[in-house]
């Protein structure tokens, strides 16, 4: 393993479909563009393909051959095709446990057997393709900013990204599960004949400071981090707390929460995964505990 493949695996782990065919399989990665407009009113797509330049830099003499580049308003594409045998491909298919999806896509245990490095790289490669970091994305308080990695169904994968950055310790500050105790936790979607609102991706949410170790390499990214981490700690100093004392906690270090949930109709839901399914919630700790990211202390 070295830095670029553990980039190049978080990326593909992030938002990559892998199409095998008889011969030769293509790899294709995908960069949305969540919003149009960056926070400093810059063009996204300029950014991201500015950024690209860059990306072909480091992944193109691992791959061995030219990354494939197409771009729409909404999203950024990134394509390579090797033979099925080659060594690159095979390690690829070794450590998604041979998924065709990042729907589907299961890391490898030897993952958090990287180096620090490694996996920080891995975790870049990750947040470039599912990571945002806008300043509607606060919490409390205007300037508490936070970064949302988002993963749609694999709610598996959700755990192991939780349990990766808690390897190189970096704490989750919450995380908004595709629950209906969750997303609709009063049941006002479900009685206004919404009934399935509560079935969008999963949001793992970090403090923008806390992210930092990681970061980006998408440019318009990179901007936005570091300028919201900055007004997050300004704004903490000035109110007279120390930030780490603030950020740097994980869920079992925070209180506990006192509201309870009344019960959904959908907790029975074939969306749910089978090891959650039927039981009721009333907060999204004890369903990170149930699908394994247990406390640690």
């Not at 479909?17 to 949305?32: D, L, Q, Y």
């Not at 690209?52 to 197409?70: H, K, N, S, Y």
């Not at 998604?96 to 790289?121: M, T, W, Y």
């Not at 009685?191 to 991706?201: D, I, L, P, Q, V």
Request: charged fraction near 25%; aromatic fraction near 10%; proline fraction near 5%.
């Amino acid at each position: 393993m070295n830095s670029e493949m553990a980039y190049l695996l978080g990326m593909v782990c992030g938002n990559g479909e892998i199409s095998r065919g008889n011969s030769r399989t293509v790899v294709a990665i995908e960069i949305p563009h969540k919003k149009l407009r960056t926070e400093s009113c810059g063009n996204v797509a300029i950014y991201v393909k500015a950024s690209i330049a860059d990306i072909r830099t480091v992944l193109e003499p691992l791959i061995g051959t030219g990354l494939g580049f197409t771009q729409t308003k909404n999203v950024t594409t990134l394509s390579f095709e090797k033979e099925n045998g080659d060594y690159l491909m095979r390690e690829l298919l070794r450590y998604v446990g041979r998924a065709s999806s990042h729907e589907n896509v299961s890391l490898c245990p030897e993952i958090f057997s990287f180096s620090r490095d490694e996996k920080l790289q891995f975790l870049k490669g990750f947040a470039d393709v599912t990571g945002y970091i806008r300043r509607s994305n606060y919490c409390f308080k205007e300037y508490m900013h936070r970064v949302y990695l988002e993963i749609p169904r694999n709610w598996e994968l959700v755990a192991q990204i939780c349990n990766l950055l808690a390897s190189v310790d970096i704490p989750v500050q919450n995380i908004d599960w595709a629950h209906p105790n969750m997303r609709d936790g009063n049941l006002k979607k479900y009685r206004a004949g919404n009934t399935g609102f509560w079935k969008k991706e999963h949001q793992i949410k970090i403090w923008a400071n806390e992210f930092l170790p990681v970061g980006f390499a998408v440019l318009h990214k990179t901007e936005a981090l570091a300028a919201l981490s900055d007004e997050l700690k300004r704004g903490l100093e000035e109110s007279g707390r120390t930030p780490a004392d603030v950020t740097h906690r994980y869920y079992w270090e925070t209180r506990k929460a006192g509201k309870k949930k009344p019960p959904h109709p959908a907790e029975n839901d074939a969306f749910l995964p089978p090891g959650i399914r039927g039981r009721h919630y009333d907060s999204w700790k004890e369903i990170a505990r149930d699908l394994g990211y247990p406390e640690k202390r």
